[in-house]
């Protein structure tokens, strides 16, 4: 073969060498670009994606707040008309009337109590769906909360004949590290709907350690009626929400179905158990199983030899609601002997008289035209003198969590929600003074 042929040749092979290489890279970089225009198009929709996800949490969020702030809202402007009702109704019952008049206050505490159980439950309820409960891990006796829901309930009890009986087994520790108004609210939810579905009989509430360790003790609480009992085939259903065993007994006994529900979650929160043990016509028993840290070191926290009494009080009451400036005045007035009240009508006045007298205490409200409870408290805060830190007790018918730490965070030392009892009240303004007194 001459040389000119094989240079031909090798030509040739370097045409189709060329070639092939071009196609390979030509196939290689459309492969490239369809990979990259594939990423781009997975990029654009991951972005697509997220802004949506973004924009799912955010209208998640606003409609929380917007939910939140309803509730708030509704709150507020329930519970201030119904704090005048309660607070009036039981003036009147307190003081000289003619006895034909009870049936129909009694009527009037006991709806306004109804309502306000109602307002409650839907809070809470609304309050354990957002996951907005926080337990408390302070030291309780276990003793002195079923002994105070026999105190709550007791009149109720009472009224319908019934026994209400509390056993608590001796190895029940005397302190443990919990929640105790939250248990307190299970107790109380679970008896008051065993006294509202039992006709005739007793109550029974038991508190029994079933299990216990040195550090830790699993209680164990039963509240036992001889009521109407429930069916075997609506157990399953009971604790779920807006559920009651049937119609009739609602359009009886009335009530929203969310009791139960409150205190299966609220038990839940606890990492404890719920149980219900009945048969139909011959009454029922809850039983409720919680866990608990044992205090063994815990012993009463109030101050050994130091007492306060309530009398000669100067007290600035800072309300807007006339009427619940008059409730007010009357709790006080007959509880505390020689007080000595005066009335702001909004926080900017609240601000002048303390600047201009001397208070033993405040009792601010939250909510007011000019300026509210918590511009009013920072701005005494600020004052350039002692009156600075007179104590401050918010009153206010807003019992959401974010709105009770706005009055701590403003610089009260305390509150109580609307409605209040005379006793709730005067409690407060007692450990308020106590702790302010002490710190002194």
């Not at 979650?265 to 029922?284: A, M, P, Q, T, Y």
């Amino acid at each position: 073969m001459t040389k000119q042929k094989i240079r031909s040749q090798l030509d040739i092979v370097g045409v189709l060498m060329f070639l092939l290489i071009s196609l390979a890279l030509w196939s290689r970089l459309r492969y490239i670009r369809k990979a990259g225009s594939e990423l781009l198009k997975r990029k654009e929709e991951a972005d697509r994606l997220r802004l949506i996800a973004e924009s799912e949490r955010e209208r998640a969020a606003n409609s929380e707040k917007v939910k939140e702030q309803f509730l708030a809202n509704m709150s507020h402007e329930i519970r201030t008309p119904m704090n005048a009702i309660m607070g009036m109704t039981d003036i009147i019952i307190r003081n000289d009337h003619p006895a034909s008049q009870d049936t129909y206050l009694n009527a009037i505490r006991q709806s306004s109590e109804n309502l306000l159980i109602i307002l409650n439950e839907i809070l809470d309820l609304s309050k354990l769906e957002a996951g907005k409960i926080e337990l408390e891990h302070i030291q309780f006796s276990p003793e002195e909360v079923v002994r105070n829901v026999k105190d709550i309930l007791r009149f109720k009890a009472e009224e319908k004949g019934l026994h209400l009986n509390v056993h608590i087994d001796e190895k029940v520790p005397e302190y443990l590290i919990g929640d105790p108004t939250r248990l307190n609210q299970i107790i109380v939810n679970l008896a008051s709907n065993a006294i509202k579905f039992t006709e005739k009989g007793k109550v029974s509430i038991e508190v029994l350690s079933k299990e216990i360790s040195n550090e830790n003790a699993l209680l164990q609480f039963k509240v036992i009626d001889t009521g109407i009992g429930i069916a075997k085939d609506k157990m399953n259903t009971i604790f779920e929400v807006f559920t009651q065993e049937d119609t009739d007994t609602t359009r009886k006994y009335g009530g929203t179905g969310l009791g139960l529900s409150i205190c299966k979650k609220l038990v839940d929160l606890h990492k404890g158990i719920i149980n219900l043990e009945s048969i139909k016509g011959s009454g029922s028993t809850f039983i409720v199983e919680i866990p608990y840290a044992i205090c063994d070191v815990c012993k009463d926290n109030k101050k050994e030899g130091f007492s306060f009494t309530l009398k000669d009080l100067n007290i600035l009451l800072v309300e807007d609601n006339t009427f619940n400036v008059i409730v007010a005045q009357n709790e006080l007035e007959e509880s505390i002997p020689g007080v000595k009240i005066e009335v702001a009508e909004n926080g900017k006045i609240a601000v002048e008289k303390v600047n201009a007298n001397n208070y033993d205490i405040i009792l601010m409200d939250v909510q007011m035209p000019e300026m509210d409870g918590y511009d009013a408290t920072r701005a005494i805060r600020k004052l350039n003198n002692p009156k600075s830190k007179t104590p401050i007790i918010a009153m206010t018918a807003n019992v959401m969590k974010a709105e009770i730490e706005r009055c701590f965070e403003a610089g009260m030392h305390g509150y109580i929600p609307k409605p209040f009892q005379s006793k709730e009240l005067l409690n407060c303004i007692q450990k308020t003074l106590e702790l302010t007194n002490s710190s002194q």
